[in-house]
């Protein structure tokens, strides 16, 4: 069910089994700060014609102007206000300023983004603040928010569109369950900070915690993202696999999955 939720324009019907599929394409995916050539968490989400980017990290601007031009962004969501996930509105909000005119967009994000990143000084973002059971929709998709395992409010979202599903973790430790998003997800894309050996030192999931999580969500596809630049990312990934028990692909600035 759909929420009447305010959003400011762009709204219509959801497409379901229309020829254009549901899109994901990493934009930046270190976890917590950011490697040598890397960028933080962020992802462009498209279906039909709506163009929606999940998280702006660090670094992630720059990389979605090598897939759309950025007056095509339809709507922001910002998971949660650690910097690695939304330093870069800032270069959004400058970009739409001088290049677009004053262009102004919808900006979703838990309550208390506004204040940390002082965006009531620009009029490019319509902050609407969402919370754990919200959904929004946002032309050709439905993004519902789920709270994770994670300081300060943190919103994992599951996205509906174009007949396919998408559930992304955003940061949660292994406190929360990925079955909350619902049934159905044909690739989820999980945070996995670092290896078992680290569980319990932050607020995060290690690569077998993921696999755990996806294999009991259901999840037909499994990628793991949000990864620490300092651990083995073959390392991460043989664990998470392990524990899914099937293939697990990692998140990588510039792959796009198609579902
Ligand atoms: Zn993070």
């Keep these: 069910m759909v929420a009447a939720l305010p959003t400011a324009g762009n709204v219509g019907p959801i497409a379901t089994g229309g020829q254009r599929c549901l899109s ?57 206000h650690h910097p690695d996930h939304w330093t870069d509105l800032y270069a959004i909000d400058t970009h739409a300023r001088f290049a677009l005119h004053g262009r102004s967009m919808p900006l979703f994000a838990p309550v208390g983004l506004g204040g940390r990143a002082q965006l009531d000084r620009t009029p490019t973002f319509d902050l609407q603040a969402v919370t754990d059971g919200d959904t929004v929709r946002i032309g050709d998709l439905a ?25 992304y973790s955003a940061d949660s430790g292994p406190g929360w369950s990925l079955s909350r998003l619902g049934t159905g997800l044909d690739l989820v894309l999980c945070e996995a900070t670092y290896t078992s050996e680290h569980e319990g030192t932050a607020g995060h999931m290690s690569g077998r915690q993921a696999g755990e999580q996806a294999r009991g969500a259901g999840a037909r596809r499994l990628a793991i993202t949000h990864r620490w630049p300092t651990i083995d990312a073959v390392a991460v990934a043989s664990e998470a696999e392990a524990a899914f028990g099937g293939p697990v692909e990692q998140a990588s600035i510039g792959k796009e999955f198609v579902l």
Excluded at 24 to 51: E, H, K, N, Q, R
Excluded at 66 to 80: E, K, N, Q
């Design 143 to 167: 993004c519902r928010f789920c709270r994770t395992d994670h300081s300060f409010e943190t919103l994992a979202v599951r996205i509906d569109g174009a007949g396919r599903t998408l559930g």
């Design 24 to 80: 994901l394409t990493v934009l930046g995916c270190d976890g917590s700060w950011t490697g040598p050539g890397g960028a933080g968490s962020g992802y462009l989400v498209t279906a039909g014609d709506t163009c929606l980017v999940v998280d702006t990290g660090p670094g992630t601007f720059a990389n979605l102007q090598r897939h759309i031009d950025p007056a095509s962004i339809d709507a922001v969501i910002i998971t949660h």
